[in-house]
């Protein structure tokens, strides 16, 4: 079959909460693998402000986690930016069990 030319319209647009989630999913992931690579450097002596950090990820990561289920609902805009948002957040709070799993199971 031959592809149809032309113009194919239609209302659904890029929606500002997905836009959101994927964003805080990149600001969850870069901070822990900042976090990851200075605990690495200093061979693991680090400071209490690297689980604030940690905290704060998850935090973040929920958040957007959240705002990507929601708008992945939404029939009237485009799926990518929800899927990528839960992909990177997913991504984010599965680093932080693991970091935290293998915290615990050193000692």
């Known amino acids: 079959m031959k592809k149809r030319k032309g113009f194919i319209f239609t ?19 870069g901070s822990l693998g900042l976090m990851v ?8 002596n680090v400071g209490a402000g690297f689980g604030v950090g940690a905290l704060l990820a998850v935090l973040y990561s929920t958040i957007g986690l959240i705002l990507g ?7 009237e805009y485009y799926r990518f930016f929800p899927a990528l948002g839960i ?21």
């Open 87 to 107: 992909l990177l957040n997913l991504a984010a709070l599965v680093s932080i069990g693991l970091i935290v799993y293998a915290g615990g199971s050193l000692q």
């Open 37 to 44: 690579f200075l605990s690495y450097r200093n061979e693991g």
């Open 11 to 29: 209302d659904k647009k890029h929606s500002n909460r997905a836009v959101m989630a994927t964003i805080l999913g990149v600001i969850s992931l």
């Open 69 to 75: 289920l929601v708008t992945v609902q939404e029939k």
